[in-house]
């Protein structure tokens, strides 16, 4: 060391090593207590001894109180789990209570890790170290703790701020149609949305009349206000009137009831306004509600494609058709989804789309081979159209055991001359003249070939000419010097007919027997009544949304002298007023269109049965009348109503315009309105 720096150095004083902490900074205050009293000089042992007493004794009644606080912090923490049952979203000053105790064996720790270096230092930064860790895991457990108590309060909220979304914008709406003016420009209709969003943040906050539970629930808080305002009046009045000191008290205490009871029914009510427009609301964007309906439409519309491919086979000579109308109600659809999955995406939905529609419809087919007999009238000189003929001889191969003897009628066959018919379903009846290729014959004669769908056997006088005729397709007209001018013409075929059965059992069966909740069918209902607070998205459908038709119709006297028509008419009105349900065929399902046509033609005791049939299918089983020919019991047709091919909906004609059909619900209704001379189609008389 250099000489120089060496003597500046104080002299009798060694360098030492001083430790940080209580124990040093006891020795400060000693040391100067020692300065200022040079009386009471101590050792150093000594003086050591009493600083390491004197931070003991600290450290003791530090950690008593560290106990004490984290007790009480453990006591706030048992509380608070009783405070939020209201479903509200804790707030910063209960979160900082919840972490209190996570903040106090923090400090804890720290002091632990220093007490336990106030003598070393060896192993102080692995200590720090370890101390850092377990405050930090103290924390991650805290926050990790409240955010999943919290998950739940956010998605509430967010549920919440979607419904007041749609409230807004539904009162908008309204709003524009009862003042058209506010429509004008951009910046009127942004003033008018911005005072509404006003008025319904002032509603939320209880600042209006009109502030109670959603507008359902405006009634009854003003019967609890006003109920509230007469209790508390005649409280006041009969302790004004007794002026007893006792009577006072129990007025006095009778009116804090009272207070105390409907402040806190109120407060439930106001509170819960936010969960009272969900609970009416669709939860789910528009877009996912439209694109969850059109998606179970396309399964409903390739449901009528395969049904319309199968009628187009050529296979087939003839279909039985038991097809009921195929189609649901949106609204059903959309409140069921909300129900069950709440704010939902149009993606997440379609296993349950595919599931709802394996229940509500049923689907088969089966082919038959049927003997089909048809008679008809056909007058002098018209066709009886193209037939099939064949060739036959007086031989033995022809005739067998009646050859080379007379006809049926008694006398000898003539070649170009006489024909035979089948004994069994004879084509037209002995005796029957008609003119084929040019040539006029007479039904003289009877054989057994229906079966090789032949209608006349034609005489030839050797068998060489008949095996040369074979089967041949003649034109064959009814001659006119026939005896009678009709002759009533029988056809047998034989058909193969393809019989094919789609039943809708109802969406509102499916649904009425699916394992809901009580609180969740209550909510449905709720959801149907108010349509989720979003009346636009199927607005235009004509079946799902009440019509303003009459439930009474006088029908002119002179109609109902036709007892046809007057028994269709008895049997129609009992159901007057029956709601529309997709699929429906019968007085306890309640009708669709064709349903209840289908049901009134079947059982009005005019001998009628069509069998359940679509509108499509009753325009089948009619014949087209002239608009100017129709007359009341005729059945009148309209197309485009829904999508499908053909008739879409079936009413019967009462005459003066006017209709009765199951619209929703069953009425009557005038046929001359814009709507249904758009989709008018054709009247049909019932064959």
């Given amino acids: ?70 007790e009480s912090a453990a006591k706030r923490k048992g509380k608070l789990k009783f405070e939020n049952a209201d479903g509200k979203k804790p707030d910063k000053p209960g979160r900082k209570v919840i972490h209190a105790p996570a903040d106090m064996a923090s400090v804890k720790v720290h002091q632990l890790v220093h007490a336990s270096n106030e003598d070393n230092n060896t192993g102080v930064q692995s200590a720090e170290f370890a101390e850092g860790a377990g405050e930090t895991s103290l924390h991650v457990a805290s926050n990790a703790k409240y955010s999943h108590k919290l998950h739940k309060y956010k998605k509430a909220e967010r549920l919440e701020k979607k419904a007041d ?29 911005q005072e509404i969003k006003k008025e319904y943040a002032a509603m939320k906050a209880g600042k209006s009349e009109a502030q109670a539970a959603y507008r359902t629930g405006s009634t009854v808080t003003s019967r609890v206000k006003k109920e509230f305002e007469d209790l508390t009046a005649k409280a006041f009045q009969y302790v004004t009137e007794h002026s007893h000191i006792i009577i006072v008290i129990l007025g006095a205490a009778l009116l804090i009831l009272l207070i105390s009871g409907m402040l806190s029914s109120c407060s439930a009510l106001l509170g819960g306004s936010g969960n009272a427009v969900i609970g009416t609301s669709y939860t789910a964007e528009d877009d996912d509600i439209l694109g969850a309906e059109a998606d179970y439409r396309a399964m409903e519309e390739e449901l009528r494609r395969q049904i319309r491919e199968m009628q187009e086979d050529d296979d087939y000579d003839d279909f039985e058709l038991h097809v009921d109308e195929i189609g649901h109600n949106p609204w059903e659809l959309a409140s069921l989804l909300t129900v069950l999955y709440e704010d939902y995406s149009r993606r997440e939905v379609q296993r349950m789309l595919r599931q709802l529609f394996e229940a509500q419809y049923s689907f088969s087919s089966s082919a038959s081979v049927e003997t089909v007999t048809e008679t008809r009238t056909v007058r002098v000189g018209e066709s009886l159209g193209t037939v099939t003929t064949s060739g036959y001889c007086n031989c033995r191969i022809c005739c067998g055991q009646w050859s080379g003897g007379p006809t049926a009628s008694g006398v000898y066959p003539t070649a170009n001359h006489t024909l035979a018919v089948d004994a069994s379903n004879p084509f037209v009846p002995m005796g029957t003249k008609v003119v084929m290729n040019g040539v006029e014959y007479k039904v003289e004669d009877t054989g057994n070939f229906a079966r090789y769908g032949v209608q006349f056997d034609v005489y030839y006088d050797s068998h060489i000419a008949a095996s040369l005729h074979g089967h041949k397709q003649w034109e064959c007209f009814l001659a006119d010097d026939n005896g009678s001018n009709t002759v009533d013409v029988t056809t047998t075929t034989t058909q193969r007919v393809l019989n094919i059965t789609a039943t809708n059992h109802t969406l509102t069966s499916v649904i009425a027997n699916m ?71 019968s007085p306890s399902t309640s009708f669709d269109c064709s349903g209840f046509v289908s049901w009134v033609i079947n059982n009005c005791g005019n001998g009628w049965n069509v069998g359940r049939q679509t509108a499509e299918g009753l325009r089948g089983c009619c014949d087209i009348i002239q608009r100017s020919q129709a007359k009341p019991g005729d059945l009148i047709f309209f197309q485009g109503t829904y999508d499908t091919p053909g ?35 054709c009247f049909g008389r019932i064959r």
């Avoid at 636009?536 to 009474?552: G, V």
């Avoid at 159901?575 to 529309?580: E, H, S, V």
């Avoid at 009413?651 to 309105?673: D, L, R």
Wanted: proline share 3%.
């Fill in 647 to 681: 008739a879409s909906h079936v009413g019967i004609y009462v005459g003066n315009g006017m209709m009765i059909h199951c619209g929703n619900p069953i009425s009557y209704a005038s046929i001359e309105t814009s709507y249904w001379q758009q989709h008018f189609f």
């Fill in 1 to 70: 060391m250099d000489k120089r720096a060496k003597a500046r150095l104080p002299s009798g004083s060694k360098l030492r090593w001083e430790r940080e902490g209580t124990e040093n900074t006891l020795r400060g205050e000693r040391e100067q207590k020692t300065d200022k009293s040079s009386d009471s000089i101590v050792s150093k042992k000594a003086q050591r001894k009493q600083i390491q007493k004197e931070a003991a004794t600290k450290k003791k009644k530090e950690s008593a109180k560290t106990r004490q606080e984290a």
């Fill in 515 to 585: 394992d809901l909740t009580v609180e969740e069918r209550e909510r449905y209902q709720l959801l149907l009544q108010t349509k989720g607070n979003k009346p636009y998205l199927f607005e235009d459908d004509i079946y799902s949304n009440p019509t303003s038709d009459y439930l009474h119709y006088d029908i002119p006297g002179e109609a109902l002298t036709d007892a046809k028509f007057a028994k269709m008419i008895h049997e129609a009105e009992k159901y007057l007023g029956y709601p529309y349900v997709w699929g429906g065929s």
């Fill in 165 to 193: 979304k749609t409230q807004i914008e539904e009162l908008f709406q309204k709003s524009l149609k009862e003042n058209p003016e506010a429509a004008s420009n951009v910046f009127s209709r942004w003033r008018q949305k």
